[in-house]
């Protein structure tokens, strides 16, 4: 069970980056303020930030391309950095898309945004969101993985094409993940790298909730593979 | 020149479970053969410049809208260049989701009693040591050869391989390469058969 108590609430804006250690036992609500909210996430032990999120082995071990509630999030240490506690989206998540860049921005979107033009209303990218959000921890490039992204979801057609879901969140609509690490968790909120069109992605509501600690019955739901998972996490902390 | 066994400038057999390193020039062909078919074969591709530049499978499925491997894939590294461009494979459908074996996911897929066996990211921590990089630079790789089907509700599962003994796969680099190769040694799955065995990497002058 988490807390109802809150140590942190704010609002992450159209287009802007955001980064925070969220400590283990705590739990972040990510919520839609409008109906066109597309996060993506990059997220690291904080301890050892070579440790990260690795989508491959979390599909792979949960025998899913695709995410949702009561599925975990792992490193290639066989931790799990977050569990995916609440899903009221019915799995707008995504791991297969990857995150914008400067191109793909000004050849999906119409209007030339730069920041002559707009000043901070300019199209941002996620490479630079993410680039300048993870630089502030001495990290850079090398630092970039396959991202998680949050509120879009591509299908897989025919067993082989991508395509982005044309569902969104509805407003109000939230995702909240649980911290089994502490984990330094990098957002970018830009539209997800296959979305075309209108540059307008919502502002999302951040609430932290204080930490907990774990207790057998918060693991029932989950799989013998994400059970184990919590165990040799629980080792590390040992 | 025609592209005849004996103009190759390298041709060596990777024994099962082994890692290897090596750098394909600008312009090179780069062939891996499947010797006797159903292995998987874990690769990683770098800008021998500046290995934070690196294969990513996210850009490289995004751009030609497929999650498979084949003939045509051009390979797109994370600064959102073309690093190599594949154009020959007798197989098809190499694998971009499944990512590679570790001690620890092993841990956790098949049981914790697992975390002694040999695995693929032992064999690329190897590599990285070796090299002076930092597993920071280990991310998902491509399993040529290996099948993972995506159903329509997103199931996954790595399933037999579709590989027969002599099929391979084969790209022409478009800058500097630095490539990393686990030849599996997963012995809990079907990726390679349960049974681990060797490849053949070839490469010519273009």
Known sequence: MRSEKIVLNETLYSSVKWSKIIKRGQSIKLKALGENASLSAMFYNASNVSERFN?????????????????????????????????????????????????????????????????NGYFKSDRENFLIELGKYGMGKKDMIPALNLFRKVDVKEGS????????????????LTAH????????????????????????????????????????????????????????FA | MTKKIENTIYNEKLKSGLPWSGVIKKGQRFRIVDLEGCQAVDTLFYNNDDFSEKYSPTDTIREQGSIFITTGTKLISSDDNVMMEVVEDTCGNHDTLGGHCSAESNSVRFGLDKRYMHSCRDNYLTLVGELEMSPKDISNNI??????????????????GI???????????????????????????PCNGYNPTPIQILIWEN
């Open chain 2, 163 to 189: 590989s027969n003994p002599g099929d391979y796969v084969e790209m022409v680099a478009k800058m500097d390469t630095l490539v990393l190769i686990s030849n599996c040694p997963q012995l809990n799955n």
């Open chain 1, 161 to 176: 094409l991508l395509e982005l879901n044309p569902r969104c969140a509805k407003k109000g609509d939230f995702i909240e």
């Open chain 2, 143 to 160: 399993n040529f050869f290996m099948n993972v089907p995506v159903e329509e509700n997103g199931h996954l599962a790595i399933v037999d």
């Open chain 1, 181 to 236: 690490m502490d984990v330094l968790l990098v957002l970018s909120n830009t539209p997800h790298a296959m979305d075309k069109g209108e540059y307008n992605p919502s502002d999302v509501e951040i609430t932290i909730f204080d930490a907990v600690e774990f207790k057998n019955e918060d693991y029932t739901n989950y799989s013998d593979e994400a059970k184990r998972g919590f165990k040799n996490t629980n080792r590390y």
């Open chain 1, 55 to 119: 989508s491959a082995d979390t599909v792979k071990i949960q025998w899913n391309a695709f995410l949702g509630k009561e599925k975990v999030l792992f490193s290639e240490m066989g931790r799990v950095l977050f569990s995916i506690s609440k899903d009221s989206t019915d799995g707008l998540l995504d791991t297969l898309g990857g995150i914008s860049n400067p191109r793909l921005i000004k050849e999906n979107f119409e209007g030339d945004a730069t920041f002559e033009s707009c000043r």
